[in-house]
């Protein structure tokens, strides 16, 4: 059905699922905005149906109370809806809605990581047999544009690595830890005094919702399925003022990462890895310069070098700014009666955190006693892990011994493990700290 005819275009009718942060900017922006799409694109945006929990609820944003339901599944069956809007968040109700409004044959935005995450092989095949787009670029970092550039601009780009500050919570408070010298307490009891954070923190600093972005970056950068369990997860909560001094004395700064990468294995056949750690990131790196909530995806090409994209990652506002160019691109491809296309996709044939390779920074608190350095050194060395740089920093610990910091050379995650193993077992050693990755190091 063409949506625009020659002369005055048709209303497109918007059915919105959630009225909540992101859902109430959306109304509000399309409103604004409304006569500037239309005179741009020939494409007349109206919200005509709204589905929320709550009927007698306060809204942020005037909606009339005749375009409101309870009933979810109501709007996305309704003939008289063009294009279905996804703003509940979770995966139930919102899977069963999305997929009925693709069976509809109605196109979907969607701000959802968490659907998306676990279930975008199943969205996509139905999205694929009914011809309708399911677009989500508000479900990774927010306001950046990320989906689309992967999906369209960077499709012929041999894509090697992907590295994302895709959690704002994180961020907000590491930047706190390094600027104010803050501990990770007060760093993020303030986080939630400013509304930075949950009052309930887990999913952002255990790594839960980054690693739900990664996963959907896997699989739109590398083409392959990669859903939020098959990323490997560490996330902020241990680290400590220490680390962040440290990490200033080597000239780096402490980021929580999401990384995808495709490397080959030992046959030549390309695996893809997904995770998400803490991170010490050079001071000269253009992701060392994300600070407080903001987002940054650095893309690294083997045609296109280095690309990084910055911006606002959550917020009502910004997140619907993604949101409404979803729905204009989808609005338009209907118009045209097209729609993006994933391709078949397969399962990712992954590879184990125990294969990255990576560099190190570990600190160890070792007994008073002559030598100890010499067997710790003796210890790394048999396993071919290779010391680049070492400090022994003050404050000494209470028993006398010393307070080491170790920067390793680029190692696989097996060879430290081993490492480790052996130092927790060492007489010599009172006890191992924080053990944390490092970028831009070989
Ligand atoms: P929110 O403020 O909690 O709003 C959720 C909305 O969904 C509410 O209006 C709620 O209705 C409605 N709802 C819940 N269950 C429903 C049901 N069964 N049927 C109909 N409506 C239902 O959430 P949000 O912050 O706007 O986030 C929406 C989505 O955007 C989520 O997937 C989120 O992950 C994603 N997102 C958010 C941000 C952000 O910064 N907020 C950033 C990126 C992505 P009531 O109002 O009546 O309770």
Known sequence: VALVSSGEPRPIRV??????????????????????????????????????????????????????????????????????????????????????????????????????????????????????????????????????????????????????????????????????????????????????????????????????????????????????????????????????????????????????????????????????HPAMVPSDHPLASVRGSFNAVFIEGEALDDLMLYGRGAGGTPTASAVLGDLIDAAGNASRNTAAVFGTMERARLSSIDDVRSAFYLTLDLIDQAGVLAAVAEIFGRHQVSIRSMEQAAPASPDGGAHVVFITHATAESGLTAVLDELGRSEVVASVGTVMRVIGVD
Do not use: C
């Open 15 to 276: 059915g919105l699922l959630g009225l909540g942060n992101v859902g109430a900017a959306l109304v509000e922006l399309i409103g604004a905005q409304r006569e500037a799409i239309r005179d741009r694109t020939g494409l007349d945006l109206v919200v005509t149906r709204v589905a929320v929990r709550s009927a007698a609820k306060a809204r942020a944003v005037e909606v009339d109370p005749a375009l409101l339901t309870t009933d979810a599944s109501e709007v996305v069956t309704d003939p008289d809806i063009d294009i279905v809007v996804e703003l509940i968040g979770g995966i139930e109700p919102a899977r069963e809605l999305t997929l009925a409004a693709l069976n509809a044959g109605k196109p979907v935005v969607t701000g959802n990581k968490e659907l998306v995450a676990n279930h975008a092989v199943e969205l996509f095949t139905a999205a694929e047999a009914n011809g309708v787009d399911l677009l989500f670029e508000a479900a990774v970092a927010g306001a950046i544009p990320i989906m689309r550039p992967l999906r369209e601009s960077l499709i012929g780009e041999p894509i090697a690595r992907v590295m994302g500050i895709v959690n704002g919570t994180t961020n907000y408070i590491l930047s706190a830890m390094s600027e104010d010298g803050a501990s990770y307490a007060d760093a993020l009891a303030e986080a939630q005094s400013r509304g930075f954070a949950e009052r309930d923190p887990t999913a952002d600093v255990e790594g839960f919702d980054a690693a739900a972005k990664a996963a959907i970056i896997a699989t739109i950068a590398f083409g392959q399925s990669v859903v939020a369990g098959d990323v490997y997860r560490e996330g902020i909560s241990s680290i400590t003022a220490s680390d962040i001094a440290a990490a200033e004395r080597f000239d780096m700064v402490v980021k929580l990462l999401a990384i995808t990468e495709s490397t080959p294995d030992d046959s030549g056949e390309t695996r893809i890895n997904a995770r998400v």
